[in-house]
T-cell receptor
Framework: GDSVTQMEGPVTLSEEAFLTINCTYTATGYPSLFWYVQYPGEGLQLLLKATKADDKGSNKGFEATYRKETTSFHLEKGSVQVSDSAVYFCALFIKAAGNKLTFGGGTRVLVKP | DAGVIQSPRHEVTEMGQEVTLRCKPISGHNSLFWYRQTMMRGLELLIYFNNNVPIDDSGMPEDRFSAKMPNASFSTLKIQPSEPRDSAVYFC???????????????FGDGTRLSIL
């Protein structure tokens, strides 16, 4: 079946550090890929997406590139802020599988001042 | 625009009681999802509806859980009887119709934090 694997957290880093969260997937079809972010006390919200190979999604300084050859969609940010402290979820969607997302386990990120 | 609205935001009740969680999706969205989030199990999809019809309820943990969507603007998730292990944050999400265009992302509510004593 379809699945998403992301690095376990928590990831703790200092402000202005470089952040990478690894995400790999297995899928029976050609998925669209997403990163969602969950701030404390809130629901998930879409951070960025990529719908085909080599697409780069970007938003709020975060980037992720759809790598079909390595089945990966790693999230990066060059200089994190305290406000980036959150849980990040990688997810995939395959239309033929119905209108639902397959989520990874989430990675908690804590940015210290 | 109003987002997905869930109520209550917090619920504390004793085991054995019936619990009803409510969700109002975004107007025009035709898919609705119920999730449960715990530290141990992460984010789990319980059930989802398309055009008010349950499509996949394979994530519903057991018969104590039931979900309904009587119309396009309202859904409930009910637990009867509730148990301490049901304590979690329950999220509702909705998404627009998936036609031939690109996928439309799910929009999440802020969740209901449920504590069963």
């Amino acid at each position: 079946g379809d699945s998403v694997t992301q690095m376990e957290g928590p990831v703790t880093l200092s402000e202005e550090a470089f952040l990478t969260i690894n995400c790999t997937y297995t899928a029976t079809g050609y998925p669209s890929l997403f990163w969602y972010v969950q701030y404390p006390g809130e629901g998930l919200q879409l951070l960025l997406k990529a719908t085909k190979a080599d697409d780069k999604g970007s938003n709020k300084g975060f980037e992720a590139t759809y790598r079909k050859e390595t089945t990966s969609f790693h999230l990066e940010k060059g200089s994190v802020q305290v406000s980036d402290s959150a849980v990040y979820f990688c997810a995939l969607f395959i239309k033929a599988a119905g209108n639902k997302l397959t989520f990874g386990g989430g990675t908690r990120v804590l940015v210290k001042p | 625009d109003a987002g997905v609205i869930q109520s209550p935001r917090h619920e504390v009740t004793e085991m054995g009681q019936e619990v009803t969680l409510r969700c109002k999706p975004i107007s025009g969205h035709n898919s609705l999802f119920w999730y449960r989030q715990t530290m141990m199990r992460g984010l789990e999809l319980l059930i989802y509806f398309n055009n008010n019809v349950p499509i996949d309820d394979s994530g519903m943990p057991e018969d104590r859980f039931s979900a309904k969507m009587p119309n396009a603007s309202f859904s409930t998730l009910k637990i009867q009887p509730s148990e301490p292990r049901d304590s979690a944050v329950y999220f509702c999400a909705s998404s627009p119709p998936v036609r031939d265009g690109p996928y439309q992302p799910q929009h999440f509510g802020d969740g209901t934090r449920l504590s069963i004593l």
